[in-house]
């Protein structure tokens, strides 16, 4: 949608619950966000973008960010309901949304950008990582993606190769109590709590469907990516299955946090095809324990290739400045 519009998503939570002080992992600091913030806000100006939407919340990291840069584009906070939970992210891209922002920049973490696929997933996303485990967003200079962006929210990137722009896998999980989504993982927990918040305990461990099993990772994913790795442009995922006899594997469940897990089986699952969790136990989604199984109940995860649109950083950059697009483009507009 060529109408100048981008939005920024800034989950102010991403980084620092309680599973980053149990491993060996810094928090992200509202001061890092607000810097983020800024340098996607100048990248997306320095194309030309018109209007840059923010959300309010509690620590103002995005108002806070822009409120003194001199930006040409205009920007818009919108209000909503705050709960200080991922029903924040819900309201406010259902905001973005309404105020015709089809573009999106987010900070956060595998969970944060669940919440916001969840709440819509026909976007153009620039995911930059700001969270715990961090499979689906990427670690990116701010300003380049602000860039990618801008132009993407211009309607520049309408003759690019539509392999710089494809769209995610998404897990869809559906519960006797009903339905939800997952980007990367869908994990079965024995013993295990809804709400809990701590690292995950290698021996609750049952089965899970990786929509990326990648050993560059941490989390869920290195699990099966030890093994059989997946990654976001196979058109595939992986069902694994843990313990019993199988292959000993020493993966890191959260940054710097390694435990022994015990594989018995990995299969590659195709699109369309289900698998079902058999309670008792506990469904975690990205990490986000949210759903319980009682004795008896069962749940089918399915997987497709119909979540947004990831816009490629620096494959677009290359792109653009292949197309002649960059020369004298920025700080004139286009």
Not at 44 to 50: I, L, R, S
Not at 110 to 139: K, M, W
Not at 227 to 233: H, K, L, M, N
Request: charged share 25%; proline share 5%; aromatic share 4%.
């Amino acid at each position: 949608m060529a109408n100048g519009k981008l939005a920024l998503c800034v989950n102010p939570m991403s980084g620092r619950d309680v599973r980053r002080l149990a491993a060996r992992a810094t928090n992200i600091t509202h001061e890092a966000k607000r810097d983020i913030v800024a340098r996607v806000a100048a990248g997306a100006d320095a194309v030309g973008v018109k209007d840059i939407y923010i959300s309010r919340e509690p620590f103002r990291i995005a108002e806070g960010a822009l409120e003194l840069m001199k930006l040409q584009a205009k920007v818009h906070i919108v209000d909503i309901p705050l709960t200080n939970t991922a029903k924040d992210t819900v309201q406010a891209m259902g905001r973005f949304k309404s105020a015709g922002c089809h573009t999106v920049v987010s900070l956060g973490g595998d969970g944060t950008n669940r919440a916001l696929v969840g709440a819509d997933s026909d976007i153009d996303l620039v995911p930059i990582s700001t969270g715990t485990n961090n499979v689906f967003p990427a670690l990116i200079e701010p300003t380049l993606g602000g860039m990618v962006a801008g132009l993407n929210a211009l309607g520049k990137t309408a003759d690019m190769p539509e392999s710089l722009r494809p769209r995610a896998k998404i897990l869809y999980l559906q519960t006797p109590t009903g339905t939800d989504v997952g980007l990367v993982d869908a994990v079965l927990l024995r013993r295990d709590q809804v709400g809990n918040m701590l690292p995950f305990d290698a021996d609750r461990l049952d089965s899970m469907l990786l929509t990326r099993a990648e050993p560059n990772s941490v989390g869920m994913s290195p699990i099966g990516g030890f093994i059989d790795p997946v990654y976001a442009e196979n058109d595939w995922g992986l069902w694994v299955e843990i313990g019993g006899d199988g292959k000993r594997i020493r993966a890191p469940l959260s940054p710097g946090h390694f435990r022994e897990v015990i594989v018995r089986r990995v299969r590659r699952t195709a699109f369309d095809e289900t698998r079902t969790f058999h309670g008792p136990g506990v469904i975690a989604l990205d990490g986000d324990r949210d759903h319980g199984l009682q004795e008896g109940d069962t749940a089918s995860v399915t997987l497709r290739r119909d979540g947004p649109r990831i816009l490629d950083v620096e494959g677009i950059m290359r792109w653009a400045v292949g197309a002649g697009m960059m020369s004298g483009a920025v700080n004139a507009g286009l």
